[in-house]
């Protein structure tokens, strides 16, 4: 097998050099993008995204000249994400939030107080310009990175919205609000049945997305969105498409979820939403965390990957390895899981996807977590914290870690990523037989190139494999792109000792 040309080859696939993106009057392109499985996604929080903690507690006290994110200082990011790739932001909810009944000092970005306004602790006094202003200026400046900018809608209100708007909320056997799951924080909004929307919710939906597109949003992220009927966001979806075709429409929804988030509320499955008129959904890579054998990865692939296909439309996923949910992947295996979760995501036809902080280790721990703070802006007088996940609660440090090495195979994959996309979209996916259990490979092949990536999920013990390269003749060519040592190749066979939690992906050229 030849090897020759493989680093003046890797060279131009590791840095790729991207193209310029001049300012020019913005048009939305996000859903065509998604669709074909070209985003590559990072979540922030406006709130944290470029603060400052000066103490080191974990927690902004703006009184001691610390500083909270604003929408203008998430701009001075923005460059820092275009250049490590990313492409698109999942922006958490910049609706106002709820004051009474809280979770943390500032409330839960979740507990939406409101849907046709903005987070007031988004706002920079500094400026001139109004919050809705400053709103529009980090998304124009975003695209004019090339950035596009999805925005998440709650999926409940706040109980000072309860008391606002009463009419919006489902009711109790008692006529008291009813709370969903265990969210003590926000009360379920009614949504009506498949034979009748409730037109009030519907309206303040429908008055969401009117204000996001006004601000020139490039599609919704919806929360929970299985707690809404199909009709509710059918009729939504295609309101949305006949003022902008390209609005992308992301339903956090999962085959793996099965339970609607109250007895009160509806349950609308994955599928049932994507008929609906989303265009993606979240998948179930989040169970990578708990996959023991590597028939469970494959399982989990043939069956998301085979339901996409299934749609008169096109449809896609995100690769939700990871996500806010999830606690950070550096404590639950270490940076291997890490590394692993970046190159799942570069070489699976899937969006890309990640939470800020991710691309550098962040453990997301707060000094001051769960204990008690010196003053608050809700009644909740307590850091309440998720262990291990990003803060979504109170004003809280710039998500960072100091991981070089993880840093550094972010902006490598995603450059690979968009190198390989054709083989991703035109290929099949194809595992690979091993005999051991511990070590799934996969292949994707379009147009003699092949994709074949090989993974160790013991993160403790390292196995030898041993298997026969698909595709290979004697004049195919072996191109490492991601490799600790290089695995012995004889006679089409690779031969490699799999370190515990190793990832190696390599490309093979069918030369005729």
């Not at 998304?139 to 409940?156: L, M, T």
């Not at 000094?367 to 007088?381: E, F, I, R, S, V």
């Not at 979504?392 to 993880?406: D, E, M, V």
Request: glycine share 6%; aromatic share 12%.
């Amino acid at each position: 097998m030849k090897i020759n040309k493989i680093i003046s080859l890797a060279v131009f696939l590791f840095l790729a050099v991207q193209t310029s993106v001049v300012a020019q009057e913005w048009k939305n392109d996000l859903r065509t993008k998604f669709l074909n499985n070209e985003t590559i996604i990072m979540e922030i929080n406006i709130r944290s995204f470029n603060s400052n903690d000066i103490d080191g507690d974990g927690f902004i006290e703006e009184e001691k000249g610390e500083r909270r994110g604003t929408f203008l200082n998430a701009i001075e990011r923005l460059d820092e994400l275009k250049n490590i790739g990313v492409n698109t932001l999942h922006v958490l909810p910049i609706t106002p939030v709820g004051k009474l009944k809280a979770l943390g000092t500032a409330g839960s970005l979740y507990s939406a107080a409101d849907f046709s306004s903005l987070n007031k602790d988004m706002y920079d006094e500094k400026s001139e310009l109004t919050l809705e202003q400053q709103a529009k200026k980090f998304i124009e400046e975003a695209h004019n990175r090339g950035i596009r900018v999805i925005v998440d809608v709650p999926a409940c209100g706040s109980y000072d919205l309860y008391l606002q708007r009463p009419d919006l909320f489902v009711s109790g056997n008692q006529g008291e609000p009813v709370l969903p799951s265990d969210w003590t924080d926000v009360r379920l909004l009614s949504t009506g049945t498949e034979d009748k929307v409730d037109s009030n919710v519907y309206g303040l939906y429908k008055d969401f997305f009117k204000y996001m597109k006004n601000l020139g949003v490039d599609g919704i992220r919806a929360d929970v969105a299985h707690s809404k009927t199909a009709l509710f966001w059918k009729e939504l979806i295609e309101y949305s498409h006949r003022k902008d075709p390209e609005f992308l429409w992301l339903a956090e929804s999962s085959e793996s979820w099965n339970d609607a988030i109250s007895s009160y509320a509806v349950f609308t499955p994955y599928n049932k939403l994507l008929e609906a008129g989303f265009d993606g959904y979240y998948g179930s890579f989040m169970n990578l965390k708990n996959w023991k054998k590597s028939e469970e990865l494959y399982n989990q692939f043939n069956q998301t990957f085979g339901e996409l296909k299934k749609f008169n439309t096109p449809k896609s996923v995100i690769g939700s390895f990871t996500t806010h949910d999830e606690v950070s992947p550096i404590l639950i295996k270490g940076e291997a899981f890490s590394d692993m979760i970046i190159w799942l995501n570069a070489t699976l036809p899937v969006n890309s996807y990640f939470v800020d902080g991710f691309q550098t280790g962040d453990d997301y721990k707060y000094l001051m977590g769960n204990k008690t703070a010196p003053h608050t802006n809700t009644d909740d007088d307590i850091f309440f914290i998720h262990e291990g996940k990003i803060d979504i609660f109170n004003l809280s440090r710039k998500p960072q870690g100091n991981n070089t090495k993880l840093k550094n195979d972010f902006l490598l994959a995603n450059n690979v990523k968009t190198n390989i996309l054709p083989i991703l979209n035109n290929g099949n996916f194809i595992p690979i037989k091993i005999k051991n259990s511990n070590i799934f490979a996969y292949m994707f092949n379009y147009n003699k190139k092949s994709v074949i990536t090989i993974g160790n999920i013991d993160f403790k013990n390292e196995h030898k494999i041993s298997f026969k390269i698909p595709k290979y003749n004697k004049n195919s060519t072996l191109l490492p792109i991601k490799i600790s040592s290089m695995p012995e190749v004889k006679n089409g066979k690779i031969n490699h000792t799999m370190k515990a939690g190793e990832i190696i992906v390599l490309i093979i050229n069918e030369d005729s």
